[in-house]
């Protein structure tokens, strides 16, 4: 045990404030009738692509054609209506970082995988075990770091597909 | 210096002043856009005040827990008291690990400790990574914006950065080309780098994960690709439970960018197989903030930047004049706490609209902390003695109906002479602008005729 650690530790002790009341949240997160179209239409404003396709297979058969061998393609566990974010967690942890640095990442997300919002989406990932390293995608790479000037692209992938299966 | 002699430079060159302004207004009303389509987003609001205000009153157990469940992760945790120790702390990892060159990604906190001038001093290569940062580290200045680091230039300065530094074209002003070419140069870095650094945006106490957002992906391939990744944090970024990671997800980039979330959200929960993760918990000057009754709420900020974005001072005098790692209202707010005596002036730096309380997802009463503060630097003797002069002749000048009426009369008279001829203090008023036409008759006179 640190110095600094004991000190911190006393003096938030001394100093925080006293007699905050439980911590109770209502669920007041929005609902969507039709999740897969809000996604969608979010995924689209996000700056990426939206394919809707009927089997896993025929998805990979597309990534096959349409990204060569540079592409990434993963799966996602879930998906969020409110702001198209997918959930990608990294099980086998083999190479964090190789998505990050295809030009094009595929992600394949089952329809039924797809929720309103990310109160939902938490308290789904919540119940099972997490990974060592879970990320939430919501589109290609961005910035707009240059004069307030959106642009595609940034350190991540520069396209971004999502096929809804 | 003061924040109105900082400023000064910047609100010169009007051009590029309301440029400033027109493009930080952007992003609010992009922020408003983004709010208005969760119908929840007062009580969203609620719910983040709420949890960060339990937080606080619970930091040092959440802080004990999360350490715990870090350790369970095989994550190494560290406690620095104050910015030196963080580095020294942060340089000990390097330097074990014979690392040369790291990468970071965004952080205020190792930005307050100047860690990277602390590692170049050691002879380490410490490049930053987010775009906005990369472009204020190859001019040598610090970010303007805790957001938007290089909000401050225009896109042929940037140009010419990119130019002098990494041999770009001279006349390359495109934003997509500019953009490809620092992804080209970093991307070189990122592969070569023995260590990433990047800054913690949750800290969550019940299970041990750190959450970073970024827009760029910068923060995962510094993560992902080299064998050490260390995470440094204030002990405010803690939050109690997992569950809670949706309601400031759900605030963080709607508040800063307009955007839903952002493009990344990624969750640390385990060093990767072979791999070292550190976590370094710094206070440096937050445990003694959290005993200041009217300014404690400051620590719950998630570092959006809405207040920035919204505040008309901020917006026309850049974040430069403020002088502090954070600047705009919450930076105001945060920066006396460290230290009065230099950042006395910052208080004063905002007009008192409330636009920023507004507009702040944890709801921080920044206005009124702002208006506590004035109050509280004047009682330690600090502040603009002009001022506080001013203000004790005005408020004995209100109170008098008589003093009142003379000093309108007087005021009519001199300000229907030449501007050259009024006290000095009265001009500053007058710099880029002048008053309307000075009325004939006071609203009194006028009042009192109408009457008749």
């Given amino acids: ?165 | 210096m003061k924040h109105p002699e900082a400023a000064a430079g910047f609100v010169a060159d009007s051009a590029k002043s309301s440029w400033h302004d027109q493009a930080l207004w952007g992003v609010r009303t992009k922020r408003d856009a983004a709010v208005s389509a969760i119908p929840e987003w007062e009580e969203l609001r609620e719910q983040g005040a709420r949890i960060k205000a339990w937080s606080l009153a619970h930091l040092d157990d959440l802080l004990v827990q999360f350490e715990a469940q870090c350790q369970q992760n095989g994550i190494v945790v560290h406690w620095a008291a104050d910015g030196p120790e963080h580095n020294r702390i942060v340089h000990g990892i390097l330097a074990k690990h014979r690392v040369k060159k790291l990468v970071k990604s965004k952080s205020m906190l190792t930005e307050e400790c100047g860690l990277n001038e602390h590692l170049e001093a050691q002879g380490m290569e410490v490049i930053d990574t987010d775009l906005g940062e990369r472009i204020v580290q190859l001019r040598h200045e610090p970010p303007s914006h805790i957001v938007l680091p290089a909000i401050h230039l225009q896109k042929e300065e940037i140009a010419e950065t990119f130019h002098k530094t990494m041999g770009t074209p001279a006349d390359m002003t495109d934003e997509t080309e500019l953009t490809r070419a620092a992804r080209k140069d970093l991307r070189e870095r990122f592969l070569q780098a023995e260590a990433g650094v990047t800054g913690v945006n949750f800290a969550v106490a019940d299970k041990g994960i750190v959450v970073v957002c970024t827009n760029e992906g910068n923060a995962d391939l510094g993560a992902g690709l080299p064998r050490l990744h260390i995470a440094c944090m204030g002990i405010e970024k803690i939050i109690p439970k997992f569950d809670h990671l949706s309601v400031f997800t759900r605030l963080l980039a709607r508040s800063a960018t307009g955007q839903p979330i952002t493009v990344y959200t990624s969750h640390f929960h385990k060093p990767k197989p072979g791999g070292e993760m550190h976590v370094v918990i710094v206070d440096n000057g937050r445990s003694a903030l959290l005993g200041r009754k009217d300014f404690r709420r400051s620590l719950g900020c998630i570092r959006c930047g809405a207040c920035m974005n919204t505040c008309p001072i901020y917006r026309r005098s850049g974040g430069h004049s403020y002088m502090a790692t954070v600047p705009g209202p919450i930076g105001s707010t945060l920066a006396p706490s460290k230290d009065p005596k230099t950042h006395d002036s910052l208080p004063f730096a905002s007009t008192l609209c409330g636009s920023c309380t507004d507009v702040c997802p944890v709801k921080i009463d920044l206005h009124q902390q702002l208006l506590a503060w004035r109050g509280e630097l004047v009682k330690m003797g600090y502040g603009d003695r002009k001022k506080i002069r001013s203000m004790k002749l005005a408020g004995k000048v209100l109170s008098s109906p008589t003093l009142y009426k003379l000093a309108g009369i007087g005021a009519r008279i001199a300000l229907r002479g030449p501007r050259f001829v009024l006290p000095s203090e009265a001009k500053k008023w007058l710099t880029n602008r002048d008053l309307p036409p000075v009325p004939a008759e006071s609203f009194r006179a006028r009042y009192r005729r109408h009457q008749k």
Avoid at chain 1, 85 to 111: G, H, K, M, N, Q
Wanted: glycine share 8%.
């Fill in chain 1, 1 to 165: 045990m640190t110095e600094a650690r004991t000190s911190i530790l006393a003096a938030l002790r001394e100093n925080r404030p006293k007699g905050e009341a439980d911590l109770v949240l209502e669920d007041i997160a929005i609902q969507y009738e039709d999740p897969f179209v809000s996604f969608s239409a979010m995924m689209k404003k996000n700056g990426g692509l939206v394919v809707a396709m009927d089997s896993a297979d025929s998805a990979v058969a597309d990534f096959a054609n349409r990204c060569g061998p540079d592409g990434v393609l993963l799966e996602g566990e879930l998906a969020v209506a409110e702001n198209a974010a997918i959930w990608i967690p990294f099980r086998d942890e083999a190479e964090r970082a190789r998505p990050f640095l295809a030009e094009t990442l595929a992600v394949i997300v089952r329809r039924a995988d797809i929720v309103s919002n990310m109160a939902q989406a938490y308290a789904r990932i919540g119940t099972g075990e997490l990974p060592g390293y879970g990320v939430f995608m919501a589109g290609p790479s961005k910035t707009a770091d240059i004069a307030q000037c959106l642009v595609i692209g940034a350190h991540g992938p520069i396209e971004f597909v999502t096929y809804l299966v």
